[in-house]
């Protein structure tokens, strides 16, 4: 490998010092966050645990039904046997990794020692070169005012676009480079496996070309390990990647757009791109590996699925005592903000959705799986059944039911819940004799992009609806 070329292309990494705890990630276990997740319950752990415990006072076994980054199951373990449960592979990852810590002396500069001197890292290095080389000299352009390269680097500077035949109208230095890696790629037959998985699909959109491959090495060291410890291994690149991607919020909705409506780039763009593509990989890796590595061991038996919620409904057991369910309640589906970190656990060359611009035949910008995650949730003609279903379920149970809900403020431009709390209370009532609404006071849910509509929640009250 060639040295002079890794010293160059260090303008992401050289003298970075990062750390990743800062004020919006607690450094106390009780809060661990472990991506950035919209709708988070952090604020409000305690409420929703207090309120747990004055329906079950005895401590008995808990379902966070809809589990997400398992920030719910994490805190509810310390006290109670919790089952989490999610659709989501993401999810499994991250709940099983927070939930069963691993017991064991693992060595963190060690494994990432053997990730950079594997032969894997050293042929995607190679294979790469030709992208990393134009994504500095394209910062570097824009550092000193030419913006355009960058921002057409950022458009059209998707490998797997290229491998498609999908070319937007753009430099011939560009398309040189995409041309001359993706013969590399070929090469090294990294096309069609999982080696190159990252590069492949979100260098360059979502992180620097230099970023993504440092994720397909950790990935391909961290599926040489045991069954046993790979869940953590890859927790913690899950939180890596939340930390480190170049977006909006830190969501993976879509790529940041580099350009204003009238086409002309933004004019704070390089200072975006620089602040996120600085980041190095291994450095923000192995401080969330040694976070998760230190967390304390259960002390009580937790179980995670991975599964639709009614179908999860049907074989958990039945000493659940409460069953914490937070659904999602608009049109605009989660999976869409967690796709690329769906992908990077399933790590199974996606077919990717086609955008309905140009007649169809152009990949997403998103670069979205086709086959994400559609919740019935957020379809208005499904919605109600979801619900009734949900409702039915746990009540055949035995089990109470904590339903988060946040209000919709018609004076604010937010987006219209598909069921209002009077409907909602309509179906409990239907299964449940006590059906009680609890406020938790004024809060906001995080809003990842003020300017995106969808984000935007009330700044009324999260409110529980309390079913028993």
Known sequence: MNDSLINQS??????HQLSIFKEDIPLT???????????????ILDFIENTINKIDPDGGSVCDLFAGSGTVSKHLSKTRSVTAVDIQEYSRVICSALLNPIDGNYQVQDFIEQCKNADHFKKLYRAIEPMIEYETKCIR?????DLIPLCELVESGSIISFEQGIISSCSAELIDALRSTNSRLIALDFISGPEALVVRYFGGLYFSYLQAMQIDSLLEQ???LSKEVQDTFLAATLSTASEIVNTVGKQFAQPIKPRKSDGTPKKNIINRIQKD??????????????RYLSQEKANYNHYIYKMDYSDALDIIKNDIKVVYADPPYTRYHYSRYYHVLETICLRDNPTISKSNLHGGNTISRGIYREDRHQSPFCIKSQAGIAFDTMFKKIHSMGAALVLSYSPYDKTRETSPRILSISELEAIAKKYYKNVDLVSAGQFSHSKLNKSDKNLNVSNDAEILIVCK
Not at 29 to 43: A, V, W
Not at 141 to 145: D, E, I, P, R, W
């Open 29 to 43: 276990q009780e809060s661990f966050r472990p991506i950035h997740y919209l709708g988070s319950k952090l604020r």
């Open 141 to 145: 352009n824009a550092s000193h005012g």
């Open 277 to 290: 593509r600085n980041d190095n990989v291994f450095e923000v890796f192995g401080k969330w590996l040694e």
């Open 10 to 15: 260090s303008i992401y990494v050289k003298d």
């Open 222 to 224: 961290i599926h040489k």
